[in-house]
Each structure stands twice: as structure tokens, then as C-alpha cells.
């Protein structure tokens, strides 16, 4: 038996985009460590994707802003018992651009919020019934959620990451079910790259972080899988940073330096 002892368990991963989301290195690991995976896309697009990187596993096509695809979902797995679920959606409209927040149009938040904050809600409610009393929920989301560069998603981030205390206090009513969040640095993503801007923020990170050295998608989907198993099982309701040392190194005293010399 492996470490993570995941052996004979069944996990639901939402949110693989592509090879290098931190959805689909999860799910590696997952695999390799004996465990059944089942997924879950928003649509058929995502689902021919996922088919061509896990041609073997169950796919479902659920839209989380769809109470009856949900249960459509639900209703897929019938009696399968899970061990947790991954939580790794996201969406923002940034067809307009990075605009400064006071002008952030209404509509977008909204639907940002349902899909990127909210679906962790809306699935863990309605897949309760699937849950093993002891399950394990992971959310993905950012280490500073007040990353300006990061527009209107910041404020949904912060939202997401109070929900997750907020749903454990809830599901411990009836359960020992955990939920957690982990909190990535800025990686680099196919999702990380529609985001205006974003590769300059990226190389500027990699210099405040106290090894000079980039996240990796890996280590992101690393915690995320110790967060699933059971070998976590006395860490709920938290946000658990992975972001290289960042967030203690914003005084770097080169980047100060070379930002100082050239004012």
C-alpha cells in the first residue's frame, strides 16, 4: 500500500482542461496510486479532450450552472460511494479585457462567481448522497486574492476560499467530510495564459520566490492529492498556500533594488 493509501478508492476530478492543468496531474496521481477516477466537463468540447487523455475512465458532461445537470450527474454515478472530489473549475469573461473593477460589468461577475465560487456549493449539495462519511473536497484556487492583475476573479477567489470553512462547519452536521483549498502561486497554464497580461506577472513571481525557481503545475496537484487522502485527515476547512515562499518575500531585496535603481 502506498503512502497515500488510495488504493480501492473512487474520486470525481472536475476541470481538466488539458495535459497540464492541475486538474489532469492530479488525476495522474491519483491513478497511479491505485485509485478509480471518475471526471466530470462542462461540455462536449472538454469531453473529447479528457476521452483522448483517459480513454479508459468514465466522463461526464455536467454544467455546473445547471441544477439538473448536476443531478444528471448524480444520477451517473447511482450507488458509487466517492472517497472526495477535486473542485478545479474557473471561468471569467475577459473577452473585454482587464478593466479597472469599478467598471466590472455585472452580468460576467455573476456568472464568474456561479461557475468559479458557487459550483463548489452547488456539487458538494448535490453530490452529498455519493459521499463517504469521511470524504475529502478540494478546491483549487490562488494564493493572493488580491492580485489586481488578476481583475474581477480576485474578489471571486476570496469568495471561494471563505466558502470552504463555511461548508465544512455546514457538512459536519451529518458527516466528517473535509473541505480544503489549496491556494497556488502563479503557475503556468493554458488557463493562466487567456488571462491578460498574465506571463509578466508570471516571470516577476518566479524573482520574489525564495528559491528563484517557478511553481510547478505538479506540486500544486501534490498537495491536492495529499488534501484527498486520508493521510490529511486532521486538516479542514483550510486554505494551505503553495506558492514557493512568495507570499513571505515580497521585499526581495534584488527585485527591490533593481526596481529602485530605474526610478
Known amino acids: 500500500m502506498s503512502f497515500l493509501k488510495l488504493e480501492g478508492k473512487s474520486f470525481l476530478i472536475t476541470g ?5 492543468s492541475v486538474a489532469c496531474h492530479v488525476a495522474k496521481t491519483l491513478i497511479e496510486n491505485g485509485a478509480e477516477v ?14 483522448k487523455l483517459f480513454p479508459n475512465n468514465k466522463i461526464f458532461i455536467c454544467d455546473v450552472e445547471n441544477e439538473d445537470s448536476i443531478e444528471k450527474l448524480r444520477l451517473g454515478l447511482g450507488e458509487k460511494t466517492l472517497s472526495g472530489f477535486l473542485h478545479s473549475i474557473a471561468f471569467a469573461n475577459y473577452s473585454e479585457g482587464i478593466k479597472p473593477f469599478h467598471e466590472t460589468n455585472v452580468k460576467d461577475y455573476l456568472q464568474a462567481t ?12 448535490g453530490l452529498k448522497k455519493n459521499l463517504a462519511e469521511d470524504a475529502s473536497v478540494v478546491t ?30 455546514s457538512f459536519s452536521d451529518f458527516s466528517r467530510i473535509r473541505f480544503n483549498a489549496v491556494c497556488a502561486g502563479p503557475l503556468k497554464t493554458s488557463a493562466s495564459a487567456g488571462i491578460p497580461g498574465y506571463i509578466n506577472n508570471y516571470i516577476y513571481s518566479e524573482q520574489l520566490m525564495l528559491r528563484k525557481k517557478a511553481l510547478h503545475t505538479s506540486e500544486v496537484a501534490d ?11 486532521g486538516i479542514n476547512g ?26
Do not use: W
Open 223 to 233: 498537495t491536492a492529492a495529499f488534501l484527498l487522502s486520508s493521510r490529511s485527515s
Open 140 to 169: 483549487i484556487s490562488i494564493s493572493n486574492t488580491k492580485a489586481t492583475s488578476y481583475g474581477y476573479m480576485g474578489p471571486i477567489k476570496a469568495s471561494l476560499d471563505a466558502t470552504v470553512p463555511f461548508l465544512a462547519k
Open 38 to 51: 471518475f471526471f466530470s466537463v462542462q461540455n462536449e468540447p472538454n469531453y473529447e479532450k479528457v476521452k
Open 238 to 263: 483550510e486554505r494551505i498556500v503553495v506558492d514557493g515562499g512568495m507570499s513571505c518575500n515580497y521585499f526581495d531585496q534584488k527585485v527591490v533594488n533593481l526596481l529602485a535603481d530605474h526610478i
Open 16 to 20: 481538466v482542461a488539458n495535459k497540464k
Open 114 to 125: 456561479n461557475i468559479s465560487c458557487f459550483s463548489l456549493v452547488s456539487l458538494a449539495n
